[in-house]
């Protein structure tokens, strides 16, 4: 039976580990979302009523992390919205429909807490069956006002957007440089660094842009 529940302290470092273990040489040699995790949590936009672990048997297998992120319309006014990643599922357990439990949980619980919006960056295929759809279909678009195809949208409240052109911002803790995480990185046990195809499938989909 998989349980739910807020982190504590003491899952720090596991949480940090099953990041780890989940993303390195998926999207390049390596990878930094251990170090994004591990700085996280001391940031101001970080929310701790939104930091879930997902445990089975008493062992925590996963974890959601969610950040503010914020949206501008034309006007210049200021909708508060938000983000989540790492989303993480340890290698041993991936596609057993973990991951969906626990965003479907956090869904739930960020509607509880007010919010409405959620926007990401990730792979469409991953996130469409959980409701996300494209930015471009909400009118959400980058400063510059490009649509990038891994920018995805889910309104928790129906009609939260409001059909209007909205201008995305995220928490200034994901600027985090490849060169930060692998001096952090260099500090743990040694993994090997491997170049793969899905690095080459990120690449193509996070410079690609709807018209």
Known sequence: MIKIRNEQAADYKAVEDITRKAFYNIYVPGCVEHYLVHIMRQHEDFIPELDFVAELDGR???????????????????????????????????????????????????????????????????????GFKSCKKYNVCLPNGRYPAAMLVKELVSNALNGKKWFYSDSPVMGITEEEANRYDDTLEKIEKRVQPSQEEFYILSHAFIE
Request: aromatic share 12%; hydrophobic share 40%; no cysteine.
């Open 60 to 130: 925590v297998i996963g974890n959601i992390m969610y950040t503010k992120a914020r949206l501008s319309d034309e006007a210049g006014a200021e909708k508060e919205i938000l983000t989540f990643g790492p989303v993480s599922i340890a290698p041993e357990y991936q596609r057993m429909g973990y991951g969906k439990i626990l965003m479907e949980y956090s869904f739930d619980q960020a509607a509880a807490l007010g919010y409405d919006v959620i926007v990401i960056f990730g792979n469409p295929a991953n996130y469409v069956s959980r």
